[in-house]
């Protein structure tokens, strides 16, 4: 009798499922597109999603050095939630928010969207006065968030413990439509609707060059050829800087690991997501049953993907604190993600000094909840020169001072 490794088994199931031969089978490149995306994790294959839906615009290849969603988009802990100080920002991730609402419906594909809850818990004087400004920032952006006492914090999470030994729970800032979604479907549903549209996503395909002539660019060399196109789109998450460098400029950002963890599966216990920024952790409960934990990134630059045991032990050390209950449990597996971080903690979506290239970058450890909005910021950009969601973003602002600092408000800028 034949044997089947897992990885077979999901990936025949997906292509039974979805009819998804063209985007899996990686198409050899043609010669010439209109638009080359670089980088086939969800804030690519979206952008290219909304340049065919929104724009016609549907000659378009996406090239990935690696395997669909298999680098950021697959790394995360999967949180959307849009409650953030800065304008901008809101604006952006609150877009992102609500088109994750009927993303489902839309690509016909169920990314499993949970608009379960997120708490931000206050466990300092200082959060406190943070997070009830957030909250009035909110209400002026049309963000619907609120301020919650230890009480209701208890009503929504039983299993907390309010009197940590070192930070007591003081309150929270409560978003009920945040939640979360499977990582993955989220890539697939974007690839599935692009390959649709006739578009290639081109894997194990690696960008080698940027070529550019009279300050234009007109195409890239990858390891399956030279490829022309009239608009280029940089979207690789933690190797920015190394596709900038080859397109010829340079991003203010350096790369960072990220680690997370999950848990053994038990009894559903948590049914909202519980962030503490104070004792540095975050958690929330997936449908297998597993506790999905995640903490803050790596103190030094690299470029690994694996966790390590210092960092688990940090983070679960001050996890145990609030939830004591987790004390108990065995860790099932862990990783890391490569994460491109700014100075003021907010992304990078801008034309570049390169002539028909664009850069969509800078997402640090919170790319995920924004892939929606993103792609619909980023393909407007890209199609029109223009976009209200991206325009704060640009990549002007850091010489000319105008940075949109979310350091602070977000904590760990998650």
Not at 23 to 43: F, L, M, N, T
Not at 165 to 187: K, S
Not at 214 to 228: E, F, L, M, P, Q
Not at 263 to 275: N, Q
Request: hydrophobic letters at 40%; charged letters at 20%.
């Amino acid at each position: 009798m034949k044997h089947y490794s897992a990885f077979a088994v999901a990936r025949e199931a997906l292509r039974y499922h979805t009819g998804w031969e063209r985007a899996w089978r990686s198409p050899e490149p043609k010669k010439r597109y209109d638009v080359i995306i670089v980088g086939a994790g969800g804030h690519g294959l979206a952008t290219a999603y909304y340049l065919g839906k929104n724009y016609g615009i549907q000659n378009v290849a996406v090239i990935e050095k690696g395997w669909l969603g298999g680098g950021n988009t697959g790394r995360n802990t999967t949180i959307i939630r849009s409650n953030y100080l800065q304008d901008p920002s809101a604006a952006i991730y609150e877009k992102a928010r609500s088109l994750y609402e009927d993303l489902s419906q839309e690509l016909n594909y169920n990314i499993m969207f949970s608009p379960r809850g997120v708490i931000m818990l206050a466990q300092t004087q200082h959060e406190i006065r943070g997070y009830q400004r957030t909250a009035h920032a909110n209400a002026l952006q049309g963000v619907k968030t609120e301020w919650i006492g230890p009480e209701r914090v208890k009503q929504l999470v039983p299993i907390i413990n309010l009197d940590g030994p070192r930070y007591p729970v003081l309150g929270g800032l409560w978003q009920e439509r945040g939640g979360t979604a499977r990582h993955d479907a989220v890539a697939w549903g974007y690839a599935r609707a692009c390959s649709a549209m006739g578009m290639d996503i081109i894997q194990q395909c690696e960008v080698t060059g940027v070529r550019s002539e009279n300050g234009r660019v007109v195409g890239v060399d990858t390891t399956k050829g030279a490829i022309d196109c009239e608009k280029l789109g940089i979207v690789v998450a933690g190797h920015s800087g190394q596709l900038a460098e080859m397109a010829g400029f340079r991003l203010p950002l350096e790369a960072v690991a990220l680690q997370a963890l999950v848990s053994e599966p038990i009894k559903p216990c948590m049914d909202v997501v519980v962030m503490a920024n104070t004792v540095h952790g975050y958690m929330s409960q997936s449908d297998k049953g597993e506790m999905v934990i995640g903490g803050g990134t790596d103190g030094f630059n690299n470029f690994t993907q694996r966790g390590s045991f210092h960092h688990i032990e940090e983070t679960v050390r001050a996890l145990v604190e609030t939830f004591p209950m987790i004390s108990r449990l065995k860790m099932l597996r862990q990783w890391g993600g490569i994460v491109d971080m700014t100075g003021d903690r907010s992304p990078i979506l801008s034309k570049t000094p390169l002539q028909g290239c664009f850069i969509n970058g800078g997402w640090g450890t919170g790319g995920f909840k924004a892939i929606p909005g993103s792609g619909w910021g980023m393909a407007q950009l890209m199609a029109t020169g223009h976009s209200p969601l991206t325009e704060a973003f640009s990549m002007d602002r850091f010489k000319e001072g105008r940075f949109i600092d979310e350091s602070v408000a977000a904590g760990v800028a998650h």
